[in-house]
């Protein structure tokens, strides 16, 4: 039971905070910036587990700290949470999932102009091939996806891979109409051939500015395209 005396309301949470405050700017924490359990901290602190949680909650609404039940209280904005892959794609739509597409990519391919590595393009070049020599449109769209991807993995930043192959996540959750014949592939003189060729010049010659237009272009080529399957 803790025997300490407690002041006024308004003046213990106001005394709280204070220490709170230092304590967390001077506190040596682990990596994961975990705090001390609340007992732990009245001790040190000098009042009570009361206003410990209090002055905790009101440092919580601020987004200086956050709690995990059954974890403990960290120091810091609570992390985003996972994406519920499912839930996105019942809120999505094909020309919504096309927008983030054009907002991420080009990125991506400006950033595989600077740090992709000679094998990543020489893969990605072989991979523009083997969509040429695709005997169906199923192996075709296989292949583009991967061409894609090997754009973002020659980006070499691991944050934006994630937040692309998320995207790809949704993409292939959310309905997109009428299916490709199984039977058939892409005829010789596609769209997206030319585009592939274009964005591994510009990538092979390390034109950056070059590559993130060309994949703009690409994929508002495929935007227009779904806006008349759609229509």
């Avoid at 695709?134 to 937040?163: G, K, V």
């Avoid at 596609?190 to 591994?200: E, G, K, L, T, W």
């Avoid at 034109?207 to 227009?224: F, K």
Wanted: hydrophobic content about 40%; overall charge negative.
């Amino acid at each position: 039971m803790d025997d300490r005396v407690s002041s006024p309301p308004h003046l213990a949470i106001s005394g709280v905070l204070a220490q709170l405050r230092g304590y967390l700017a001077s506190a040596s924490l682990p990596d994961d910036g975990r705090l001390p359990p609340e007992r732990e901290l009245a001790d040190v602190l000098g009042v009570t587990r009361a206003e410990v949680r209090k002055g905790l909650s009101v440092l919580e609404s601020e987004g200086q700290i956050w709690r995990h039940v059954g974890k403990g209280t960290f120091l810091g904005a609570r992390p985003p949470q996972l994406v519920d892959i499912s839930d996105l794609s019942q809120r999505s739509n094909p020309l919504q999932v096309m927008k983030a597409r054009i907002a991420l990519e080009p990125e991506l391919a400006r950033l595989a102009a600077v740090n992709g590595t000679a094998a990543d393009l020489a893969t990605l070049a072989d991979i523009a091939v083997a969509c040429r020599e695709a005997e169906t449109w199923r192996e075709y769209e296989a292949f583009d996806s991967r061409f894609h991807h090997q754009i973002a993995e020659a980006a070499h930043n691991p944050i934006l891979l994630a937040l692309l192959e998320t995207l790809n996540a949704v993409r292939r959750a959310v309905t997109w109409g009428r299916a490709r014949p199984s039977h058939s592939r892409p005829p010789a003189d596609h769209h997206s051939f030319a585009d592939h060729d274009r964005i591994v010049d510009a990538l092979s010659h390390r034109e950056p500015a070059t590559a993130a237009d060309a994949m703009r272009r690409h994929l508002q080529n495929v935007e227009d395209r779904l806006v008349g399957r759609l229509g």
